[in-house]
């Protein structure tokens, strides 16, 4: 099934350091949402944007939605330990349910 | 109880066997949604259910794969004789109605031998 093209696929960082990754498709959604997974976990949604050009932050994330509805970036400021794990970016279609996810991006903070 | 819980955590089955994993949605959530997230991939749309009507199931692999909620509560993902490609986590997630916020559960991780 189709699947969103998110980038890089993987990240060893240090404590501290800022972080950033991004997700872009061949077609538009009318809903951004980013979702945290730990190990032997579901998803757990961080953030939800809805419209164009749209930056929103939660805690130290930051994610904004591209104004031309095909892509979207997530930033983690001064990341910390607990910040490990896989993020996963979603697409949802205007009036529609379904998600379509990214590939993930698996994040690794060194202390 | 507050989140969507999932059971088995763990199924192993022999290839040709058939297994029946079982969704508990957050109570009150009209909306039940399943997914199949296989080994380092994101989670792909299987089928969606508002309260007990099937209204879509579009990302059921095969015919092999049933899905049910007949009460518009508790669901279950059945897979007939089930092949190694069917090994994968499976992600039941639930919200309160159609397009609001999906709520995951930890999923049921199944490995066909």
């Known amino acids: 099934g189709q699947q969103l093209n998110q980038s890089p696929q993987s990240m060893f960082i240090q404590e501290g350091e800022d972080v950033s990754m991004n997700c872009t498709s061949s077609?538009?959604?009318?809903?951004w949402l980013w979702y945290k997974q730990d190990p032997g976990e579901g998803p757990v949604l961080l953030i939800a944007?809805?419209?164009?050009?749209e930056l929103t932050s939660n805690g130290r994330l930051t994610a904004q939605f591209g104004i031309t509805r095909k892509d979207s970036f997530l930033n983690i400021s001064a990341s910390i330990p607990s910040d490990v794990g896989i993020y996963f970016c979603?697409?949802?279609?205007?009036?529609?349910?379904?998600?379509?996810f990214g590939k993930g991006t698996k994040l690794s903070v060194i202390p | 109880g507050a989140g969507v819980s999932q059971s088995p955590r763990y199924k192993v089955a022999k290839r040709g066997q058939d297994v029946a994993l079982r969704c508990d949605p957050i109570?009150?959530?009209?909306?039940l949604f399943w997914y199949q997230q296989a080994l380092g991939q994101g989670p792909e749309f299987l089928t969606y259910?508002?309260?007990?009507?099937?209204?879509?199931k579009s990302g059921l692999p095969s015919d092999r794969f049933f899905a049910e909620r007949p009460e518009g509560s508790v669901s279950t993902l059945k897979i007939q004789r089930t092949q190694q490609e069917d090994s994968a986590v499976y992600l039941c997630?639930?919200?309160?109605?159609?397009?609001?916020?999906?709520?995951f559960g930890p999923g049921t991780r199944l490995t066909v031998l």
């Open positions: 077609s538009i959604f009318n809903t």
């Open positions: 944007l809805y419209k164009a050009g």
């Open positions: 109570s009150g959530h009209v909306s």
């Open positions: 979603a697409g949802q279609r205007a009036g529609s349910y379904q998600l379509t």
């Open positions: 259910f508002q309260n007990e009507a099937q209204l879509d």
């Open positions: 997630a639930s919200s309160l109605v159609e397009r609001s916020t999906q709520y």
